[in-house]
């Protein structure tokens, strides 16, 4: 504003006057310099109901000119008189920082830029577009979070007024879970957690508490460079420079989001971004088994995760040109179309439940055997391979086997078996030697063999039953033939697999009469006398005789065998 001198005071009396004759006027009494843009035009009114001092003459000029669609813009050493639309392309006055300047006029146009510390600029830029007047504009810059508002000095002091109160930390952290359709939760999380860690994202994010403000200027009119963060205000610490908290959800391939709100905005565009599908659906995967049938493998599979069982497996098919590890991709074929897309806030990948639960969508997922290579062949999405081949890895395993031994033997009952050969290891009478060394021996006196059983804590019923070495058991027997006192008929072995069953048979087949029919006499008529022999028959079945047993072990995780004995 033109200098005036204080203390003197004057009276405007304009009627229907040119607007140029008003503006010389006011260049008289204040001694400024001016140039009229060629289209400022029109007549003007003035009157004051008195004296007014003569520093408020600028002040009723610019309201003049407002009224009527023109303003006066600084320029070096005079000011040029300009319509207001054209004002804001030109060098007006800038302020920065979210305080009015009091050296304004009110009516003079200005351009006020005010850091958003904690609402969203696109927000607050909403609210505030409709208090702009015709001919101000207003800019929301969500880069640096920022506000360009240029309108009247006297319309800029109230938006200031209202974004000073709608500004503030309010309700800043939001939680969110966010659904990943195509890509990895674990690897999205890692990667946004690196970018925000390395505090690039934090210092470019909207809305970032702490973000470095432009400080005000040294002279009115200059721009300056951000040098340093604005002032906290009363409870911010440290700690509200935390990053975001992203947490990945494996089981729902989700993401839990912990930050603020505009932090949200910015993860969940990098999301959309990220998380596409880059194969454009199904893959074939392809697992070669190692222990397992891949007949029983695709069965397996086809219960756990709720597919209807393939009623028939692939025949030979031709092997590829390079061999492929396991869990290695199949070549690449056209894919069926993607899944339907997921409405707001459905689980991953649309409709379909989750990888593991039962009622997956069939056809998402097919095991299909190929018993001519022992391999399983999978159709699914990428996403859920590697759950699925760690799942046919831990059924894919190495079988247990179980070595069993039976011996049959005839025992001659002497004194000391007359109540058998269970009573007798029962008593004492006979045990094995303890020498890992030397054969077992026979104590004369005492006809025993040095070395404790173990009785099994059996319910009661008669059953008796004893927990033996088996080097120690059979080296008992044998010191029993030794002494002729037994004699053994049979001593067959079979190694089976757990859950496997195995079937001994040392038998012969003998023949059971099973029916027979005989002769019971003849039959005599008045006229003739005849006899009638009925020949005896017999129905023979040859049937096995001898030791028969079928077993089936079960084996635990530490070891402990449980057989069942038929």
């Known amino acids: 504003m033109p200098p005036g001198q204080r203390g003197r005071f004057v009276v405007l009396n304009f009627d229907n006057a040119d607007i140029e004759t008003v503006v010389h006027a006011a260049s008289e009494i204040l001694g400024f310099n001016y140039v009229l843009a060629p289209d400022v035009r029109g007549k003007v009114t003035v009157q004051t109901s008195g004296r007014i001092p003569q520093e408020d003459v600028f002040g009723v000029l610019l309201a003049v000119l407002e009224v009527h669609g023109f303003t006066a813009v600084k320029s070096g050493s005079l000011y040029k008189i300009v319509r207001i639309e054209g004002a804001r392309e030109r060098a007006v006055p800038t302020i920065i920082g979210s305080d009015p300047d009091p050296n304004r006029t009110s009516d003079e146009v200005i351009t006020q830029i005010v850091p958003v510390r904690y609402s969203s600029v696109t927000d607050l830029g909403t609210l505030l577009r ?8 207003l800019i929301a810059h969500r880069e640096t979070n920022i506000l360009i508002i240029t309108d009247a000095a006297s319309n800029v002091r109230r938006l200031l007024d209202i974004i000073r109160l709608v500004d503030v930390e309010v309700a800043l ?13 674990n690897d999205l999380a890692t990667i946004l957690n690196q970018l925000f860690a390395s505090g690039r994202i934090r210092r470019a994010a909207p809305s970032a508490p702490g973000a470095p403000a432009p400080p005000p200027p040294t002279a009115p009119g200059t721009l ?24 990945a959800e494996r089981r729902s391939n989700s993401l839990i989001i912990h930050a603020r709100k505009l932090e949200l905005e910015m993860i969940r565009k990098l999301i959309n971004q990220l998380d596409i599908n880059i194969y454009g659906g199904r893959r074939v995967f392809i697992y070669y088994a190692e222990s397992a049938k891949a007949k029983d493998l695709a069965a397996t599979l086809n219960a756990i995760y709720g597919v209807q069982a393939q009623p028939t497996t692939t025949g030979p098919t031709p092997t590829p040109s390079t061999p492929r590890r396991p869990g290695e991709a199949a070549p690449y074929t056209p894919p069926p179309p993607p899944p339907p897309s997921a409405a707001p806030g459905a689980p991953p990948g649309g409709p379909v439940a989750p990888i593991g639960e039962l009622g997956l969508i069939e056809g998402q997922i097919r095991f299909i055997p190929d018993e001519t290579t022992n391999s399983v062949i999978v159709t699914t999405f990428p996403r859920n391979w ?18 069993i031994e039976v011996l049959v033997a005839e025992i001659t009952l002497t004194d000391d078996l007359r109540l058998g050969i269970d009573w007798a290891l029962k008593a004492g009478s006979y045990r ?13 006196p005492s006809r025993e063999l040095p070395s404790p059983t173990v009785p099994l804590a059996l319910p009661a019923g008669g059953l008796t039953a004893f927990a033996f070495q088996s080097d120690r058991f059979f080296a008992m027997l044998n010191a029993l033939a030794s002494l002729n006192r037994i004699n053994v008929l049979s001593n067959p072995h079979v190694m089976t697999s757990e859950n ?13 009469v099973t029916s027979q029919q005989v002769p019971i006499g003849g039959t005599t008529t008045p006229t003739a006398t005849a006899t009638t022999s009925v020949i005896g028959t017999q129905t023979v079945e040859y049937r096995d005789a001898g030791v028969i047993l079928t077993v089936t072990p079960r084996i635990g995780e530490r070891g402990t065998v449980a057989l069942d004995v038929k």
């Open 130 to 137: 409709p208090l702009i007047s015709s001919r101000g504009t």
């Open 173 to 185: 952290d939001e939680l969110q879970i966010v659904p990943i359709r195509f890509a990895d939760a």
């Open 224 to 247: 300056q460079p951000p040098t340093g963060p604005a002032p906290r205000t009363p409870g911010e610490t440290v700690g509200s420079e935390r990053a975001p908290l992203i947490v």
């Open 386 to 403: 590697p759950e699925i081949e760690a799942t046919i890895k831990q059924l894919d395993r190495q079988p247990r086997q179980v070595l």
């Open 432 to 444: 094995v030697a303890q020498s890992a060394i030397s054969p077992p021996t026979i104590a004369s």
């Open 500 to 512: 496997k069953k195995a079937v001994i048979n040392v038998s012969n087949s003998i023949p059971i």
